[in-house]
């Protein structure tokens, strides 16, 4: 299976690098073909820009634009890890999204509203969080986080979200809840 990883966050010393390390190797160890694309260390450009929106009327693609989008398209599973910053996704990821994701590549619009493109592929999304998870779920946080990207991004654009784990309290939980975060990743990693 070919499989792309797409990793934003800052500090290569994150939980949620270990969440990387943790996903390619399980990958990897089941011969998977995997691409890791990390957004902050490889610079990617999040911001949108009238000259995108001209270039993408015009019918031609940025060529950053057209090299995440050409990941997408050999890709059958799409991985997401991203820490959750103010009950969301990070700028860099969300800019991800705005850019890559666009209209004709992976959404259109017809006469019964938007259909997703990207039919057939895949997605699992891990994300960490500073909050204890049980406060998100109590609030009802995390579900409206699952349906804010797993529903009106992921869905939207015709993939099947397998799973989405939130990890919660990452700043202060034990080596022991870690350890079991890291199982959970590899067990989900293997089921693919």
């Known amino acids: 299976m070919k499989h792309l990883v797409v990793y934003c966050h800052p500090d ?13 190797q399980t990958l990897r160890e089941k011969g ?3 691409r890791i694309k990390e957004l902050y260390a490889d610079g ?5 820009k009238g000259s995108d929106f001209a270039a993408f009327q015009a019918g031609k693609t940025p060529p950053d634009i057209k090299a995440e989008q050409d990941h997408i398209s ?18 860099m990821l969300k800019g991800y999204v705005d850019r890559v994701l666009a209209l004709g590549f992976a959404y259109a619009f017809g006469p019964e509203g938007p259909k997703g493109l990207l039919g ?5 999304i891990f994300s960490t969080q500073g909050a204890d ?11 409206a986080m699952k349906k804010a990207s797993d529903i009106a991004i992921y869905s939207l654009c015709g ?3 397998l799973e989405h784990r939130l990890f919660g309290g990452v700043p202060t939980v034990d080596d022991a809840t870690r ?9 989900v990693m293997s089921r693919l």
């Open 159 to 161: 993939m099947d979200v």
């Open 133 to 143: 998870k049980e406060q998100y779920d109590a609030s009802g946080m995390t579900d």
């Open 74 to 91: 050999w890709a059958d599973t799409i991985t997401v890890i991203h820490p959750v910053w103010w009950t969301s996704m990070p700028a």
């Open 32 to 34: 998977h073909e995997v």
């Open 120 to 124: 057939g592929r895949k997605v699992v």
């Open 179 to 187: 350890k079991r975060y890291l199982s959970e990743v590899k067990e």
């Open 12 to 24: 290569p010393k994150s939980f949620c690098h270990a969440i990387l390390e943790k996903a390619v």
């Open 44 to 48: 990617f450009d999040p911001i949108l």
